[in-house]
């Protein structure tokens, strides 16, 4: 069985403060993939990273950076100098890989950016 | 390129109604998913198909939720009779293979009310 796991409920800083969301992951495979999406008040998600099992390097994008480490089963997303357009609710999600692949999402992070 | 097309956006029903949501997938796209999302939570698989074949319905309510994609392509999930913990957003994706390595796309959602 899978499991991801994001104990943060809720985060809320001030607009510039960096911030990371936090995900712990359970599974059996050896080969998956790990994602984070974006689900603004809209409501639509949006992807914004897939990692897989094999590729432990850290990834950053614009203000965004990925931390996978695999010793401790975690995948965590930090957010440099956060903006108030970063305020969404974020899922971390775990996928297999192969097979019957439908993502198991953690139960999501609802951060809040304050001007 | 277009995205996942999803219909109504929003349905009110009584209980022991019945209901019914619409999917169009992404140009292109083999394989579809229907999630379910309720208030607070990430979203939970219902169905994957592959073109027009089930990969995996083990968490799709049977005595009440159907889906079926004919033709391989747009997708109809239906409730019959609903019941008041069926209210959710119910969340079309669609990925370009059904493999751990391709992104899913997300619809915005079809929000159910069941009163």
């Known amino acids: 069985a899978q499991k991801v796991t994001q104990a943060q409920t809720e985060i809320s800083v001030v607009e510039k403060e960096d911030v990371t969301l936090d995900c712990v992951y359970e599974?059996?495979?050896?080969?998956?993939?790990l994602f984070w999406y974006k689900q603004p008040p809209s409501g639509e998600l949006v992807f914004l990273i897939r990692?897989?099992?094999?590729?432990?390097q850290n990834e950053i994008s614009g203000r965004y950076s990925w931390n996978f480490q695999k010793s401790t089963s975690s995948f965590n997303f930090t957010i440099t100098a956060s903006q108030v357009v970063d305020s969404a609710v974020y899922f971390c999600?775990?996928?297999?890989?192969?097979?019957?692949?439908?993502?198991?999402f953690g139960k999501g992070t609802h951060l809040i950016i304050q001007p | 390129e277009a995205g996942v097309a999803q219909s109504p956006r929003y349905k009110i029903i009584e209980k022991r109604q019945s209901v019914a949501f619409w999917c169009n997938p992404i140009?292109?796209?083999?394989?579809l998913y229907w999630y379910q999302q309720i208030l607070g939570q990430g979203p939970k698989l219902l169905i994957q198909?592959?073109?027009?074949?089930?990969?995996?319905d083990s968490q799709l309510p049977k005595d009440r939720f159907s889906a079926e994609r004919l033709k391989g392509v747009d997708s109809t999930l239906k409730i019959q009779p609903a019941k008041l913990e069926d209210s959710a957003v119910y969340l079309c994706?669609?990925?370009?293979?059904?493999?751990?390595?391709?992104?899913?796309?997300f619809g915005p959602g079809t929000r159910l009310t069941v009163t």
């Open positions: 994706a669609s990925s370009l293979e059904g493999t751990g390595s391709y992104e899913q796309y």
């Open positions: 599974t059996r495979d050896t080969t998956y993939y």
């Open positions: 990692r897989n099992s094999f590729d432990e």
């Open positions: 999600a775990l996928r297999p890989g192969g097979g019957a692949d439908g993502l198991t």
């Open positions: 140009s292109g796209h083999a394989t």
């Open positions: 198909f592959q073109n027009n074949g089930v990969v995996d």
